[in-house]
């Protein structure tokens, strides 16, 4: 048993759920009952990765939010809307690539009718990055990308500045390039108009040099 493992036995992980034989669609089902934190108390289903096999591009985000929770689907909702949208604009076609979260459950608190959203805390992060761990390692993306500083902690296993880490590309264990950007819903949080359009912008420019690294890369 690995050090991983073992920490893994006293702190709670997705790591005694990982199925014996490998694939995506066995990840998903696997997935499904997986126990590894309280969180599958707390959402309503587990909401895993998808998108092609062959992607050379795979982007990740922080966790479900209220519609992904409910649709089982990862960037349903208007933030995945968002990034549907800036995708485009950027030349990426979503259905060439892979997108999944850092953390598999939704995470919220209750206001009322309204669920909202409640940012993972360092130990729901590392005990969901098994299975992060697993698709990667099944898709080996040449370029793997880190929507928002959940996404780039569970891929580095550190802190991350997203100010600092975007313009230039971080390397991971198994030697692939990480590119950090923001996610989506931070730019629907921007109440200013002028910032807004401004981060949009930069954003966008990010997904432009990422898509072309992806090319050289693939």
Same mark, same amino acid.
């Given at each position: 048993m690995t050090a991983r493992a073992k920490?893994?036995?006293?702190?709670?992980?997705?790591?005694?759920?990982?199925?014996?034989?490998?694939?995506?669609?066995s990840l998903r089902r696997a997935a499904a009952g997986?126990?590894?934190c309280h969180l599958w108390k707390v959402g309503t289903q587990t909401v895993f990765g998808e998108g092609t096999r062959s992607a050379t591009l795979m982007f990740v985000g922080e966790?479900?939010? !209220? *519609? %992904?929770?409910l649709a089982g689907r990862p960037f349903v909702g208007p933030a995945g809307?968002?990034?549907?949208?800036a995708l485009e604009a950027a030349g990426i076609d979503r259905t060439q690539t892979y997108v999944t979260n850092a953390v598999k459950h939704f995470k919220f608190i209750q206001r009322g009718k309204r669920r909202i959203h409640n940012k993972p805390d360092a130990g729901e992060?590392?005990?969901?990055?098994?299975?992060? !761990? *697993? %698709?990667?390692?099944?898709?080996k993306p040449p370029v793997t990308v880190a929507l928002g500083a959940t996404a780039a902690r569970s891929l580095t296993g550190k802190t991350i500045t997203i100010s600092r880490a975007?313009?230039?590309p971080l390397t991971l264990d198994d030697g692939s390039e990480c590119w950090?950007?923001?996610?989506p819903s931070f730019l629907?949080?921007?109440p200013e108009e002028d910032r807004k359009k401004q981060e949009k912008k930069l954003f966008l420019r990010d997904l432009k040099r990422i898509k072309k690294r992806a090319e050289e890369l693939g």
């Open positions: 920490a893994a036995k006293t702190t709670g992980s997705a790591a005694d759920f990982l199925p014996e034989r490998r694939t995506l669609p997986c126990r590894g966790q479900p939010g !209220d *519609q %992904e929770d809307q968002l990034f549907d949208a992060i590392e005990a969901c990055r098994w299975w992060i !761990d *697993q %698709e990667r390692a099944l898709i975007r313009e230039a950090v950007t923001v996610h629907l949080r921007i």
